[in-house]
């Protein structure tokens, strides 16, 4: 009998670790979709600034005050549809801390929006995204930093060797003479936006608790469409604004709503789940998949090819450390659990099925107010 016990308890362990090591992985595999989704934003943009004529402040207004209608209107219909599956945690923050983030997140947010669709004025939308393959630096030291937020050790190969690629390419369009002043300009722009999203995840995962999901997103509209605004008022470019919107062809308005249902409000509510999962450093860790979609989804709008065999080659160097990084997450996603004498407790398994009602709202995969930023496996460096 105790020879059964002991193999039961065995097959108990294997099969916890197992569970938690798929749930890493579809983490994972969410997380990489929403990068995906993200590396068409420097297209659309780009696509809107110059095909379409629109300026960049008015654009960003737009976006944001159409992703802000959708999310008032998920509220409304998500409380006609009845009370949220999950009872809200209570704040764990007094109201002036609440406030102080609130005002930190909001400014953080609009100057990562702000430079970001400036920098895509500026250059080519894969220079864009080439630029963002920094995001990971910069991200897993500032979580490093706020949260002690531990990374595995596949992390920096992966991001030395996807940085390796993206300089190649780019190595590629200076040696061509397509890079000029202009397009370093957008770059050194994109650059500064990097430090503000990296800033902008580290206070995602930090509000898990005192923050929903769907505050945060309101502070960050708010804060977006207000400076926006004042910003036209005061240029005194508002008929104009809307001349140029009430010019756009069917085209326009088909990449005007993609940016903001399908990026500025899709893509950036399953980003705060999944950062609120993985933690910001294993979530900025799949960012070099945003060059995939910005090269494929540019070529087809803006006919902004690669053209070279550097440019090539950077591109698939970025795709094979992407691919190398993900194998080893799923060949190593968890360590086994501690032997002892009671069953180990296995995790809920609501805990990565799709939720449609509570604070992940419908783009999320799970329960956004998990705050365990460490997964088992993780190996400190």
């Known amino acids: 009998m105790k020879r059964f016990d002991l193999f039961g308890r065995a097959v108990t362990r294997a099969s916890a670790t197992q569970r938690v090591g798929a749930g890493m992985l579809l983490d994972y595999v969410a997380a990489l979709g929403v990068h995906l989704t993200w590396g ?43 009370p949220a599956t999950r009872e809200e945690k209570p704040p764990a923050w007094s109201p002036s801390k609440r406030a102080a983030f609130a005002v930190a997140y909001g400014c953080a947010t609009a100057a990562r929006a702000s430079t970001n669709m400036a920098s895509a004025a500026m250059t080519e939308a894969w220079h864009v995204t080439l630029v963002a ?15 002690g937020e531990r990374v595995p050790r596949a992390l920096w190969p ?34 500064v936006s990097m430090v503000f999203s990296g800033s902008a995840r580290v206070l995602m995962k930090l509000s898990a608790g005192s923050f929903s999901t769907k ?20 240029a005194g470019d ?14 326009g308005l088909v990449v005007l709503c993609a940016l903001s249902l399908v990026v500025s409000f ?26 995939l979609s910005t090269v494929g989804v540019g070529a087809l709008l803006l006919g902004e090819r690669l053209a070279g065999r550097r440019q090539v080659g950077g591109l698939a160097v970025v795709v094979a450390a992407l691919g190398a990084f993900l194998a080893v997450r799923a060949r190593r996603p968890a360590a086994a659990p501690a032997a002892s004498d009671a069953p180990p407790e296995l995790e809920d398994p609501g805990t990565y099925a799709p939720v449609l009602n509570g604070d992940g709202g419908a783009f999320s995969i799970g329960g956004d107010d998990d705050d365990e930023g460490v997964h088992p496996g993780d190996e400190d460096v």
């Not at 780019?170 to 397509?178: I, Q, V």
């Open 238 to 251: 508002a008929r104009a604004a809307l001349a140029s919107f009430a010019s756009l062809d069917a085209a």
């Open 215 to 234: 505050t945060l997103m309101v502070v960050q509209y708010v804060t977006i469409c207000c400076g926006a605004a004042a910003f036209v008022a005061l």
């Open 40 to 82: 068409c934003q420097p297209v659309f943009t780009r696509y809107l600034q110059f095909a379409a004529g629109l300026e960049t402040v008015p654009l960003l207004l737009a976006s944001q005050g159409l992703s802000f209608a959708c999310l008032l209107l998920s509220l409304v219909f998500g409380r006609a549809c009845g």
């Open 158 to 191: 992966c991001v030395v060797v996807a940085s390796g690629g993206a300089a190649l390419a780019a190595s590629g369009e200076a040696r061509a003479g397509r890079f000029r002043r202009r397009d370093a300009l957008g770059c050194g722009l994109q650059l």
């Open 266 to 291: 899709g893509a950036a509510e399953a980003q705060i789940v999944c950062i609120r999962w993985l933690g910001p450093a294993h979530y900025t860790t799949l960012q070099p998949a945003r060059v």
């Open 133 to 147: 393959l920094l995001g990971p630096f910069v991200t897993a030291l500032l979580s490093r930093a706020a949260l």
